[in-house]
């Protein structure tokens, strides 16, 4: 069983911080990319950013130059530091993993999300 758990979600005011992690465990044989995602009410989860094994990373337009995506593979986790945070940032936010597992086939993986609101 492979389990991703996130952590770091809260209220925050407008130009406030934030950093998200979420930790892989289980019968991980190796993760492949990793990546944040983000759900607003009545919108569609769109991907927020994203990190290979080798921490090439990528980001939505709307989040460049704010936020920024780290990986510590030892530990199987990855990070989100969110900054100056607008409103329009507020969303629930779900971490993903293609992970392999012990049949060497990778599958993708979701957290069970974490709130993350920004309001004054």
């Known amino acids: 069983q492979v389990q991703l758990v996130e952590s770091g979600g809260g209220l925050v005011q407008p130009g406030g911080s934030l950093r998200l992690s979420c930790a892989a465990s289980?019968?991980?044989?190796?993760?492949?990319?990793m990546g944040w995602y983000r759900q607003a009410p009545g919108k569609q989860r769109e991907l927020v950013a994203a990190?290979?094994?080798?921490?090439?990373?990528n980001f939505a337009h709307s989040v460049k130059g704010r936020f920024t995506i780290s990986r510590d593979n030892a530990k199987n986790t990855v990070y989100l530091q969110m900054n100056s945070l607008k409103p329009e940032d507020t969303a629930v936010y779900y971490c993903?993993?293609?992970?392999?597992?012990?049949?060497?086939?990778?599958?993708?993986?979701w957290g069970q999300g974490t709130q993350v609101t920004v309001s004054s």
């Open positions: 289980g019968s991980i044989f190796g993760i492949d990319d």
């Open positions: 993903n993993a293609q992970i392999r597992v012990e049949s060497m086939t990778t599958f993708g993986y």
């Open positions: 990190i290979t094994s080798g921490g090439i990373t």
